[in-house]
């Protein structure tokens, strides 16, 4: 037998059978034996936990609701929600959790420890930590000792390293939040401390990040809980096949085929009308003074009675009005079979009595709906859908609903987010209808009678059809069932719109001539007991409630000495289905068993929309299988088997039953997916009903309508079973002996977790039995699943209480995963709570599902704790990648020669590509070539062509600030030099630092330096208002390049020396500082000659992004071969004008700003970037004024125009603006092109004609500054789209556009002429072939001759100028450019040559377009050439489970995820991935941002976020080339210098 039988309910209950609580605390116990994983606290700025004025407003509106316990759960103080409003603190004290890591105190106000570049096999000594340090508490005030003694050792380590080159200029238009501070706004860890113990002072784990992190490393080493199967290939597939297992040792059902179960003959009482109309014609005029309905106000005093003769005179008023008023502005009336809303509050069940009554004597559809509350209600935009799609014109309402509804300023109800535009119509206080006038004629039994509204998974609406017959026939079973009596009193505390409701107190009991006491929700919240009272007062024999009413019932104790329930023979649990009813029945029963309640008046029932009432417990029933009970294993019901389980389990779910099936219906249960087989007896499946008392379609869908309500049971053997058609009933459960129904879910509550099915019900009563309660309000819980990586993972959301600390609710959610993993086994992925009141409600103020559900999916819920677990939760991520390295002796045939051979046999080509030839010289370069230096062909043009403009400088305003002719460059270097010689007495081969803002000035050091054989540096000013960061940057890099002197301007020089400056660095300690402002004007005697042109001309400073300082010396020789390099590929003469916005201070921005013009003689326009900042249009109209062909700029420059002229290109090309002139602009990058920055600043301004093949990029990087450039006549760049899974595995394999896991790449610019590449493997230095991502390897006469010096390693780079490949030609030397990309062979678009210029003449060095010979025309094939594809920089790869990955490609996923992140960056650490993401938005908003975030990576990369990190805008640091610099934001986050908003460790 299956379920063991109880004597009638509860003769001796001695003790609630609170099983669950039970289980969930006895699992605890069991879990505190195990060694505790101890979880890191997440951290929260106090601003953050301290409460936000927008809370304080929330929490004194409408107090929370639905489940809300109502009393400490001791049951020591009563208290109603009303009273425990009263009781919430009005501002809270800032809570201070102690292991909170934001340390926002020593934040910004320790020194900069500038940390030095280092290499990476350093970063692991990071943090040593005394283990398990979270389980011993400190007193207070001595952990705060700890920090302060740290913040000493922090002050006494003053080494000057930094982030070099941290500085930024356009940082202040770009996030206005954070201007100056963009950059190193935290201050490094200085080396010494990194390694050396003592300066991490022991005890400080307590708040460091750093300790958290091992302490979830230390949690995540427990094994997973299921082993996978096995391992499976990185493939959609496999993911699928391992989300959903096939487990060989499942319980399978054992039980026969199930044989339908049937009801008792329905026997309708002979003195029934025979419908309601009659009823109420009979009642309305033989006992008419009989009440009907009577209405508390939310005060607990009798309001208003209705009488069942006014019922029949009001609704006899509207059918008559509805029939004969003309509603809109044409003549049209209503007719019988229209659709209708009503639209009444839950208080006020008297006009929707009349209403619905009228509806139904004017043979109308009425559609009964929620009162909208605000423009956007919650679901608002669903129900808008039903109503178009039932033709919905006219909504009736009452006077005080309509005066209660929101208006607009002309005084009309505002039009609701999507609904069709209503006619609102008030039904009372109408005029009496004629005499003579008489209803219609009685309508056909098919009509539909009413539509009730019904809401599913996901939030939509769908309008549920009840027929005149199917009404009438539902009425008269209940009456059957619950042996309803005329006159008899009920009580209903339940929604009188729809459902049990509806059915009950309005449908059944009017036909039944009942009398109905309706108890509002608001008076319910005031006073829990008054239902209870009425019962009492008017000696009520029916009750009709929900578990919820019975368990505040409970908790309001004061008032039970008054009641008596001893008149009440029904006492109908409308939600008896739920897991959590049980308990609520034997308490209450247990109590008020002393106050006449009889056991046998407890009558759970189950119903649904659609399948109307399945089963109720009928009232003094007698019998052997009246009731029973059963105590379910709850892995068995989770694979959809029943088996009884131990009394005592852990893990049982105790069920009650819902009583026999309805009189006259026929009940099956059918298989949850796929075709409709009858399951066995022993297995859980969807009930169906065949009665002529459910729905019957849903409106307007036909589609859902044959699937839910048209369904014909199969026998295993596909026979159908019987003619009848079934009604799905969206209950799951399985029937008992006797025919008794038991309900273990729903079909919306279901929610399928690798292959295993779990209850979101069952799952709310198991963490609503988590002691202590006190932390999170009862009834306000939301559970379901969201579909991340193939499977669903479950998603818990709970209210928590305002005086609750984080330290408390972060226990009690740890006590919930652990409860829920050991009752269930299953995990939970996210668990978050929100404050009280955030979670959106129904009209009764239940929680709405699926609008939660859709908040925390877009991110809007804003919760105030959140706990993810994707590392225990995701079991079905792809195996992890072995790599085959050459070098283990395991594989020693596969290494570089192998694959070699492998590619040559595959015909893979193998990767190298060529610039083309430098060709033979024409007559002017000829004159160039004589002057092998620049300084030199700079004296040959200041006397050839004294006069001709070489530079023009802009201001902000686009006015002109000074020119510099050849020969004014040329004087003013001479006196550079003369000053160099003089003042500060300079030998050849003397380093000179030049600190300079963007400019002449700039320029002119410059060539004094070399006129006198000294080797400039340039370095970018510090920055005024960011002197902490950006000072050090240059102290550093004047130190590490051994300058002797610095040269600068007046302005730069007395900020050098300010106060300011001398709190961040010793200002005694600078070189010899000389103004060139003042400067003697003197000749030089004679240029300085280099002996040869290999030797250095100056030294070029930048910063790689992963934080190293590298200097590169470059030759006289390299710098001439660069410069003609350039002039071939772009076409560059004198006639020429080049806009240049950049920053000259290294790589190509200063080969452009500084040489390029010398040696072509083109004439440059300069633009400061800063100046930009100030003005974004700047650039563009000075490209449109001078009628620039060509011109360079940077991302940065590219990003403030498009976010800074969005909005403002119309009026640009009111002002003439014109960019159609452009021939090339191109970006000067060292990076993978950004493509969703260049396509949209081409679409941006392709209205003011800039074409849009003119955008392109360069690529340069430390070994060669200048390897790909977009030329004059190049063809256009070339996109192409990669598989983003192979790019992990160092494959490159084409795909189409649009494919999943695409990624699209877009070469960078063309090889520069002489340059040649090739694609090597970074570890073994095998040539790639071109199927394969390697690194990108240059030769070429313009590469740097080597390092001036790295800070840090000079070991590791020696073969950075001289790697050579161990296969193939293995003579010739190359450089490493630490950049991995690949080549492809392309065609190439010709772009169109314009040899004319815009006047029409031919241009200097061109020749006009040759005439192709006849037969040739359009028949030549198109020229191929090699297209660079740079990926990514090799040190900033992330090596995770054996993959490569590129942390933009993570970035841009995170950037997506969510509207309010503006900018993030990802790092590693320890093997856990850490992303950082600004928020853009209020810090309530941030907690928002971790579960979109780890799904997104989860989802589109198959990595599990570790560490989440939400900081402001303006926190990841960009170098002045507009890069992330990701380490040192790891070696700030990792020294607490953040100052984050919030951190969150995954589980």
Request: aromatic share 6%; net charge neutral.
């Amino acid at each position: 037998m299956l379920l063991r039988h109880k004597a009638p309910y509860g003769a001796k209950i001695a003790r609630f059978p609170e099983v669950r609580q039970e289980a969930v605390q006895q699992a605890l116990a069991a879990m505190q034996s195990r060694p505790k994983p101890s979880l890191p606290m997440p951290s929260k700025r106090t601003s953050v936990m301290a409460k936000s004025p927008d809370r304080d407003r929330r929490d004194s509106a409408e107090s929370s609701s639905d489940d809300d316990s109502m009393v400490n759960e001791g049951g020591e103080e009563q208290s109603t929600p009303e009273r425990e409003r009263a009781r919430i603190p009005t501002a809270q004290q800032p809570l201070i959790a102690h292991s909170d890591t934001s340390s926002t105190g020593s934040a910004r106000e320790t020194p900069p420890q500038q940390r030095l570049a280092r290499p990476s096999h350093q970063q692991h000594h990071q943090t040593r930590l005394p283990n398990g340090w979270e389980e011993r508490p400190e007193p207070r005030d001595k952990r705060s000792k700890e920090i302060t003694d740290l913040s000493e050792v922090m002050h006494n380590l003053r080494p000057y390293s930094q982030p070099p080159d941290v500085t930024h200029n356009t940082a202040q238009s770009r996030r206005p939040t954070a201007a100056a501070d963009r950059v190193g706004r935290y201050h490094q860890s200085s080396r010494q401390s990194t390694l050396s113990d003592d300066s991490m002072g022991t005890g400080t784990g307590r708040w460091k990040v750093s300790a958290k992190i091992q302490q979830l490393l230390n949690t995540l080493k427990r094994p997973k809980r299921r082993p996978l199967p096995e391992f499976y290939e990185d493939d959609d597939i496999e993911l699928e096949i391992a989300a959903n297992p096939k487990d060989p040792n499942a319980p399978k059902p054992e039980g026969s085929a199930m044989t339908p179960a049937m009801g008792e003959q329905l026997v309708v009482p002979s003195g029934l009308p025979r419908n309601l109309e009659a009823a109420i014609q009979r009642y309305g005029s033989g006992t008419y003074k009989a009440p009907v309905a009577t209405v508390l106000d939310p005060n607990g005093k009798l309001s208003i009675t209705l009488t069942y003769g006014k019922l029949l005179s009001r609704s006899q008023k509207i059918a008559y009005t509805l029939l004969n008023k003309t509603f809109s502005k044409g003549d049209t009336f209503l007719k019988t079979g229209d659709r209708i809303a009503l639209v009444y509050p839950n208080n006020d069940p008297i006009n929707f009595l009349c209403a619905f009554y009228g509806c139904l004597q004017a043979g109308i559809v009425p559609v009964p709906i929620e009162v909208p509350l605000t423009r956007r209600d919650a679901g608002s935009q669903q129900i808008g859908f039903l109503l178009g799609s039932c033709g919905v014109q006219v909504a009736l309402t009452s006077e005080a609903c309509l005066k209660g509804l929101p208006k607009t300023a002309a005084g009309e109800v505002v039009a609701f987010k999507g609904w069709p535009k209503l006619q609102w119509f008030v039904t009372e206080h109408l005029a009496k209808a004629p005499k003579e006038w008489l209803p219609p004629p009685r309508l056909t039994d098919d009509t539909p009678a009413y539509i009730e509204y019904t809401t599913d998974k996901d939030g939509s609406v769908m309008g549920v059809t009840v027929t005149r017959a199917a009404m009438l026939s539902h009425c008269r079973t209940l009456t059957m069932a619950c042996n309803y009596t005329e006159g008899e009193v009920a009580v209903c505390v339940l929604d009188f719109k729809r459902e049990v409701g509806l059915w009950h107190s309005v449908l059944g009991a009017v036909l039944n001539g009942m009398h109905v006491v309706y108890i509002p929700y608001a008076l319910m919240k005031v006073n829990p007991a008054s239902w209870m009272q009425m019962i009492t007062k008017y000696r009520a024999s029916v009750a009709v409630v929900k578990s919820r009413d019975l368990h505040w019932g409970l908790l309001a104790t004061k008032d039970h000495k008054d009641i008596s329930l001893s008149s009440l023979r029904l006492l109908l649990v409308a939600d008896g289905a739920n897991p959590w009813s049980l308990s609520s029945c034997d308490q209450f029963l247990s109590v008020f068993q002393s106050k006449g309640l009889r056991p046998d008046a407890i009558c759970p029932c189950a119903s649904s929309s659609e399948a109307l009432t399945v089963s109720v417990r009928r009232p003094g029933r007698a019998g052997v299988n009246a009731t029973g009970r059963g105590v379910l294993s709850m892995s068995g019901l989770s694979y959809g088997v029943v088996r009884v389980d131990q009394e005592n389990s852990l893990t049982s779910l105790t069920l009650q039953d819902c009583g026999q099936v309805m009189p006259g219906c026929m009940i099956v249960v059918v298989k949850m997916e796929g075709p409709p087989y009858l399951c066995k007896t022993d297995e859980v499946g969807e009930i169906c009903v065949s009665s002529g008392a459910t729905g019957s379609q849903y409106w307007g869908l036909s589609g859902l309508t044959n699937s839910s309500f048209k369904v014909q049971p199969l026998h295993s053997d596909s026979r159908t079973l019987s003619e009848a058609e079934f009604t799905r009933s969206g209950l799951l459960g399985f029937l008992g002996p006797g025919g008794l129904v038991f309900v273990c879910g729903s079909r919306d509550g279901l929610m399928t977790v690798t292959g295993r099915k779990h209850n979101a019900d069952d799952l709310i009563a198991t963490v609503l039995a988590v002691e202590p309660m006190k932390f999170i309000y009862r009834g306000r819980i939301a559970v379901f699943s969201i579909r991340v990586l193939r499977d669903e993972r479950i998603c818990v959301i709970a209210e928590q209480r305002p005086d609750c600390s984080e330290e408390e609710s972060f226990q009690w959610m740890s006590r919930v995963l652990q409860a829920v993993d050991s009752i269930h086994q299953v995990g939970i992925y996210c668990l978050a709570l929100v404050p009280p009141n955030y979670l959106p409600k129904t009209p009764l103020g239940g929680i709405h599902l699926s609008e939660t559900k859709r908040r925390f999916l877009e991110g809007t819920l804003h919760p105030a704790n959140v706990l993810l677990c994707p590392h225990t939760c995701v079991t079905n991520l792809p195996k992890p990648r072995e790599i085959h390295s050459a070098t283990r002796v395991t594989v020693p045939d596969v290494g570089p020669a192998s694959v070699m051979v492998g590619n040559i046999v595959q015909g893979n080509r193998l990767a190298s590509a060529q610039g083309r030839d430098m060709g033979a010289m024409d007559e002017e370069s000829d004159l160039a070539r004589k002057h092998q230096f620049i300084s030199e062909i700079l004296r040959w043009r200041s006397t050839t062509t004294p006069d001709h403009i070489i530079f023009t400088l802009l201001n902000s305003k686009g006015g002109v600030a000074t020119t510099l002719s050849c020969s004014q460059l040329h004087k003013r270097a001479e006196r550079v030099g003369v000053l160099l010689l003089e003042k500060a007495r300079i030998n050849t081969g003397d380093h000179v630092a030049l600190i300079y803002p963007p400019g002449l000035d700039l320029i002119c050091a410059f060539y004094g330096c070399l006129y006198v054989g000294a080797v400039p540096v340039t370095i970018r000013p510090p920055h005024p208002q960011n002197l902490q960061t950006t000072l050090p940057t240059v102290r550093m890099i004047v130190d590490v390049s051994k300058s002797v002197l610095v040269l600068s301007n007046q302005n730069v020089i007395k900020l050098l020396k300010s106060k300011e400056a001398s709190n961040v660095v010793d200002i005694k300690s600078w070189p010899v500082t000389l103004d060139t402002d003042d400067m003697p004007k003197k000749k030089l005697a004679a240029l300085y000659r280099a002996p040869t042109a290999e030797m250095l001309a100056y030294l070029d400073f930048s910063v790689s992004t992963t934080g190293m300082l590298a200097g590169i010396k470059m030759s006289h020789a390299a710098v001439t071969s660069m410069c003609r390099s350039m002039k071939l590929a772009c076409e560059l003469y004198p006639s020429r004008h080049i806009a240049l916005c950049l920053d000259p201070y290294c790589g190509l921005g200063f080969a452009l700003w500084c040489l390029s013009s010398i040696y072509s003689g083109h004439h440059s326009i300069l633009i400061p970037p800063s100046e930009v900042e100030l003005n974004p249009a700047l650039w563009l109209s000075a490209v449109s004024q001078y009628r620039v062909r060509d011109t360079f700029c940077s991302y940065g420059v590219m990003e403030l125009c498009t976010k800074g002229l969005g909005s403002s290109v119309n009026q640009l090309k009111q002002r003439g603006v014109s960019l159609a002139c452009v021939r090339t602009c191109v970006v000067v990058a060292e990076e993978r092109p950004r493509i969703a920055l260049s396509s949209s600043f081409s679409k941006l301004f392709s209205a003011l004609g800039l074409s849009p093949r003119a955008v392109s990029t360069s690529f340069g990087c430390r070994v060669n500054v200048a390897i790909c450039l977009q030329g004059a006549s190049s063809p256009e760049p070339s996109t192409v789209y990669v598989d983003l899974r192979a790019l992990r595995n160092d494959r490159v394999s084409l795909v189409e556009r649009g494919s999943p896991h695409s990624l699209c790449l877009m070469e960078s610019g063309k090889l520069l002429p002489g340059v040649k590449v090739i694609i090597a493997d970074p570890e073994t230095k095998g040539q790639c072939g071109d199927s394969h991502l390697g690194e990108i390897w240059v030769q070429s006469p313009h590469n740097a001759s080597g390092y001036f010096t790295i800070y840090g390693d000079e070991s590791d780079y020696a073969d950075h100028f001289s790697a050579r490949l161990v296969t193939g030609n293995t003579g010739e030397v190359y450089a490493r450019t630490g950049y991995l990309g690949f080549l492809r062979r392309t065609e190439a678009v010709p772009a169109t040559v314009d040899p004319l210029d815009d006047n029409g003449e031919l241009l200097p060095g061109q020749v006009p377009p040759p005439v192709p010979p006849p037969g040739l025309q359009g028949n030549e094939p198109p020229e191929l050439h090699d297209a660079v594809f740079v990926v990514g920089a090799l040190d900033e790869t992330i090596m995770l489970r054996g993959m490569r990955y590129h942390p933009i490609d993570i970035e841009n996923s995170v950037l997506r995820c969510h509207k309010k992140i503006a900018e993030c960056a990802v790092f590693t650490w320890t093997n856990l991935l850490v992303v950082v993401a600004e928020l853009d938005g209020n810090e309530s908003e941030a907690l928002d941002l971790v579960p979109l975030v780890t799904n997104t990576v989860l989802e589109e990369h198959h990595l599990v976020v570790g560490v989440v990190v939400v900081v402001d805008p303006g926190v990841v640091p960009i170098n002045s080339r507009g890069e992330k610099q990701r380490m040192h934001l790891r070696d700030g986050f990792l020294a607490d210098q953040l100052d984050p908003i919030y951190v969150a460790y995954n589980m």
